[in-house]
């Protein structure tokens, strides 16, 4: 096994690096979900014979993401959605019945809870990384906008888009998001939740399994709730992520890293990995699977926001596109361009990227 880095855009650059030299030191690549189409394109994975790999068994948003051209490049492995991590003890206090369904509802709810207790409201990710770039798709598609269109073409000078954008940068404006995280990645927000710093906090999963541990690390055990995350007039849509399993191009043992890859996604392994993690698989079954749903009682919920999730912009160019979305999205928070500022140069940005 070959470690790579934490971060995302540092997983990428290294295999990116080692495809460009056709290096043979990778046979299975594990691949973010958006990854696809540039890996495919490149030609730095080989597609995949769906006779040998069963396909009918994955979650469909998830078995989509390996797809580019109507080919299969690269089996579903870890799937997953952004969920809204919530104190239930203080929502109680507060007289909350439930977590909020929309952006208004959150907001009321913090000042509610403001009232009795000094808490950050709400944060996500948006340091100018990977995050950022699945927080503002997330806020976009949740105000019923989109980045990129049908057509494969930017979509951003639209009020929904606008009003996605506005959610995040206004949140930092009037304080309903700590100024603290501007420069949240994943990590340092889970903490700050799992220390009592948040009332509500966006993050994958995993969170669920870190912050009811019992060993002291936690001070919200017993004390959380999950939930699909809001959205401008109802629920809101997540961001698909997840992790991919491809067989690199330049591997001198193709057919046996096609073994590994159909026994990494097949249901023993699958289920004995999800009892030993809080990370949701691409099985379907999986979900209603007694054993795994005792272990991780959030799967239900996962599940739900998975199948109404959707996926960053899949275009070949993927990683210029990113980098021009946490530029203009990480001004735009930061206060140093307003909302239609950023998005119109993100417009023009993205333009020639996606040709």
Excluded at 287 to 311: C, E, H, N, W
């Amino acid at each position: 096994m070959v470690e790579l880095p934490e971060v995302a855009d540092a997983q990428r650059q290294q295999l990116v690096q080692n495809a460009q030299i056709k290096s043979d030191a990778f046979d299975v690549v594990t691949l973010d979900a958006v990854w696809t189409a540039e890996f495919a394109a490149n030609r730095w994975v080989e597609p995949i014979d769906t006779k040998t790999l069963p396909t009918g068994a994955f979650l469909a948003p998830s078995l989509r993401t390996g797809e580019y051209r109507g080919r299969l490049y690269a089996a579903p492995w870890l799937t997953g959605a952004g969920l809204l991590y919530y104190r239930t003890d203080l929502l109680k206090k507060a007289g909350i019945s439930r977590p909020p369904v929309t952006w208004a509802e959150l907001t009321a709810d913090c000042a509610k809870v403001r009232k009795i207790k000094d808490i950050g409201c709400y944060a996500g990710q948006y340091d100018k990384y990977e995050g950022l770039t699945v927080n503002f798709t997330e806020a976009v598609a949740s105000a019923g906008g989109q980045v990129i269109d049908a057509s494969g073409r930017p979509a951003l000078g639209t009020p929904e888009a606008l009003k996605g954008l506005e959610f995040l940068a206004n949140g930092f404006k009037d304080g309903m998001i700590p100024r603290a995280a501007i420069g949240y990645q994943e990590e340092n927000g889970r903490r700050d939740f799992e220390a009592g710093k948040l009332l509500f906090h966006r993050n994958w999963g995993y969170v669920y399994s870190t912050a009811g541990k019992k060993n002291g690390t936690s001070k919200v055990v017993g004390r959380f709730g999950v939930a699909p995350l809001p959205g401008l007039n109802g629920p809101g849509t997540s961001t698909l992520g997840g992790n991919n399993l491809a067989v690199s191009a330049f591997s001198k043992h193709q057919r046996t890293a096609l073994d590994f890859l159909a026994y990494a996604t097949g249901k023993e392994a699958e289920k004995n990995f999800g009892l030993t993690s809080a990370y949701p698989m691409s099985l379907t079954a999986l979900y209603s699977d007694p054993d795994l749903v005792k272990a991780q009682p959030y799967l239900p919920t996962m599940l739900k926001s998975i199948q109404g999730a959707r996926p960053r912009p899949q275009v070949v160019r993927y990683g210029d596109v990113t980098a021009a979305i946490q530029k203009e999205a990480y001004a735009a928070l930061h206060g140093d361009a307003s909302p239609q500022q950023a998005l119109t140069r993100l417009q023009a940005e993205l333009g020639p990227l996606t040709r």
